[in-house]
């Protein structure tokens, strides 16, 4: 006679080796900020369009302000086309020039990173568009894009809302401390 095991054991691992492959490939690629319909933006190319922003401006910003417009631009480029307002990366490369200039940059701010062309495509194109007689419904469908995008955030740089926008994540455990008294006197 043969001695059985209870099967519920085995049915048991099964499910939990299922449930961690899942779970594994629900998770975003490491270096990966977010996803865009199918498109990476790296943690990279987060990282060089904010320091390449920041220097070229000289204005301060967060990598998920820059993620947000990196997402946007992703959503924003082939709309914009279609609709006549493209840009190509010499046209963008000298608008970024030209903004040096007028901010009276001693040096040639590196312009060359495919985010920070991205960004400033989508500063181009989403100026033009809003001074334009078809703005709304140009805006509109960009609104409508970004609701419906398949969107993966890495958390490390919040989650998006209802409107698909990327908003920093609350951390539990980090509290604000108040503000020390100004001292008298």
Known sequence: MAITRPTHLVRNAAALVTAGLVLAGCAAQPGTAATVNGTTISENDVDDATVEYIALTGQETTPVVVLNTLVQAELLDPIASEAGYAYSDAEVRNFFLEQAALSGAQERPDVDSRSFLDLGRYLLQY???????????????????????????????????????IVPTAKEWIQQSEQAPTPAG
């Open 127 to 165: 100026n033009e568009i809003s001074t334009s007689p078809d703005a709304q419904s140009i805006l509109t469908e960009l609104g409508t894009a970004l609701q419906e995008a398949d969107l993966t955030v890495n958390p490390r740089y919040g989650q998006t809302n209802e409107s698909g926008v």
